[in-house]
Structure formats: C-alpha cells, structure tokens
C-alpha cells in the first residue's frame, strides 16, 4: 500500500494565510507532509508527495498525478490531502477548533472505513474532531 499526501495549495493562492499573513497555507502544509513522509518511511510505509513545489499546482493535474500514481501501484495507494481551513472574516480571528475529515461523495466502503478510522485515531489523542450531521466523523465533500 503506498500513501499520497497532497499538501494542498500553493504558494500564490489566494487568501490562503492568517489575516496577520504569518501563517501561509502551503508553507505549513508542506511541512506536515515532509514530517508525515519521513514518520512513514521510517515505519516502512511508501509515501509520495504529489505536489513538491512550491507553486500552485491546479487540482486537474493533482488528480492526474494521483491517478498515475495509484494506477501504478495497481490500486494500492490511499491519498490524504492535507489543509488548514481558517476561522476569520480576514482580518480578525474567531475561535473556532477542531479537526476534521472529508471524503469524496462517490467513496468507497473502504475509504469511509479508514475515515471514521483517522478521526477516532484524532479523537483518542485529544483532537476536537467536527462532526457531519448524521452521526458520522467525517465528512462528505460537496
């Protein structure tokens, strides 16, 4: 099985920064992702970053990358995308938490499976986890 980390956006997307713009998106994203990598790797995992640069890569090409790459492992790939949503009116603060888990709407059985997985796994460290209505820890992109 070969793990794919999307660390989301780029370095020139829009409004993807604190309102005090200390905290950018892409940097802090790419950071979790090298530092998620190197833990898998050390437990044996194969991993992938799909977007190494810096730069916006458009999501039609995103979904490019990963679809090769999870051809190429003949369907044995999981792909986690990582971002910092942000809880402001874009120049103050609020104070809103938590942590939260998407899935796309045609998932499989099995991708739902890992998602309430990763957010009890979340939850049993402390993580305020957001819940769908419905009942479930994760929720269904739109």
């Known amino acids: 099985m070969k793990v794919i980390l999307d660390n989301g956006h780029g370095r020139d997307t829009a409004g993807k920064r604190s309102p005090d713009g200390r905290l950018r998106e ?23 970053l799909l977007v190494p640069e810096d730069t916006d890569v458009p999501l039609k090409e995103r979904v490019e990358r990963a679809n090769r790459i999870y051809a190429e492992t003949g369907k044995q790939a999981i ?11 874009g120049s103050t603060w609020f104070s809103a938490r938590g ?3 998407f899935v796309d709407p045609a998932a499989s059985q099995d991708s739902e499976r ?9 939850g049993n460290i402390g993580l305020t986890v957001r819940m769908e209505t419905g009942g479930r820890n994760y929720w269904v992109s739109s």
Do not use: C, F, P
């Open 26 to 48: 892409y940097a802090y994203t790419r950071e979790m992702a090298r530092r998620i990598a190197q833990d898998l790797k050390r437990q044996g995992i194969d991993v992938s």
């Open 99 to 101: 942590w939260s888990v």
């Open 114 to 122: 890992l998602a309430t997985s990763i957010a009890e796994a979340a």
């Open 79 to 89: 792909l986690v995308s990582i971002h910092v949503n942000a809880a402001g009116n």
